[in-house]
């Protein structure tokens, strides 16, 4: 019976670390009608982070990503606008935990769960947002997010921002893999 409560015991820390890392979310979306390949320059327009050392953090990851694609970078007047936007905030996960399991089916299904113990985890979730935008007309081009949940430690966040980046711009420009 001893050996019982601590599988499940050793079970339940193991969820509770799954469920507290997770995956990094990214997603973009573009405008159907651009046709990327007029497009080989940009120009950082803006960059909003409420962290000032995450500025050229920022710059470096997309600049990378976009360097890899052929693009070039300008200091004003390029053919494609860039801002990206650095947003925070908390999210929270519930973890319940039994103890004393007991056995056999009763009416209802299981019976004798015994206790439920259920513990809040909050931890800070970051999402970048960078948009590109036609310099001329001013039209969205191109949108791209990652989220991502924030380490304590800053060298991992900044390795989750370099391949939150990289992972966005793996399909760009839209439509180059389609040949």
Do not use: C
Not at 103 to 116: D, K, S, V, Y
Not at 149 to 163: F, M, P
């Amino acid at each position: 019976m001893r050996s019982e409560k601590v599988v499940y015991l050793f079970a339940g820390i193991v969820l509770l670390f799954a469920s507290a890392v997770s995956a990094q979310q990214v997603k973009s979306d573009y405008d159907r009608d651009a046709n990327f390949s007029q497009y080989k320059t940009y120009s950082w327009e803006q960059v909003k982070t409420k962290d000032p050392l995450n500025l050229d953090r920022i710059k470096s990851a997309v600049n990378a990503a976009l360097t890899a694609k052929g693009w070039s970078q300008v200091n004003s007047g390029g053919d494609v606008s860039i801002v990206a936007m650095e947003i925070t905030h908390e999210q929270q996960t519930l973890n319940t935990f039994y103890d004393g399991f007991g056995g056999g089916w009763r009416w209802r299904g299981f019976g004798g769960f015994g206790e439920a113990t259920t513990t809040t985890d909050t931890y800070l979730v970051g999402t970048l947002i960078i948009d590109l935008f036609d310099t001329k007309s001013k039209k969205l081009l191109w949108r791209g997010s990652s989220s991502d949940a924030l380490s304590t430690n800053s060298d991992k966040n900044i390795r989750n921002l370099d391949k939150g980046v990289e992972k966005l711009f793996k399909n760009f420009p839209p439509g180059s893999s389609k040949k």
